[in-house]
Nanobody, 124 residues
Framework: QVQLVESGGGLVQAGDSLRLSCAAS????????MAWFRQAPGKEREFVAT???????SYAASVKGRFTISNDNGKNTMYLQMNSLKPEDTAVYYC??????????????????WGQGTQVTVSS
């Protein structure tokens, strides 16, 4: 089993920055895909960004240029640097992981492991 624990959420003002962390423990995989998703009240969980074991990344159009996903394999930790935050970024942010490299990386159903989520609130 893989355990994922997010941290770093909080209440900020529009234009501020936050860095989320996702610490992985338990079983590890030499090759993997990890991602950040978010879910606002009354909305479906949506894709934010993804990174794989090789460092390849992709982003949702709504966050591209503002958010940066990265990982530190030595620390088994993934990060999401969020700059120029907007009120519409308010959501619970979840990290997810899968060892299946051929998966459709923007879909929540593609991921086997999930964290418990961390709340990000951006005030206007």
């Amino acid at each position: 089993q893989v355990q994922l624990v997010e941290s770093g959420g909080g209440l900020v003002q529009a234009g501020d920055s936050l860095r989320l962390s996702c610490a992985a423990s338990g079983r590890t995989f030499s090759r993997y895909v990890m991602a950040w998703f978010r879910q606002a009240p009354g909305k479906e969980r949506e894709f934010v960004a993804t990174i794989d074991w090789s460092g390849s990344t992709s982003y949702a159009a709504s966050v591209k240029g503002r958010f940066t996903i990265s990982n530190d394999n030595g620390k088994n930790t993934m990060y999401l640097q969020m700059n120029s935050l907007k009120p519409e970024d308010t959501a619970v942010y979840y990290c997810a992981a899968t060892p299946i490299l051929s998966t459709i990386r923007t879909l929540p159903r593609s991921y086997n492991y999930w964290g418990q989520g961390t709340q990000v609130t951006v005030s206007s």
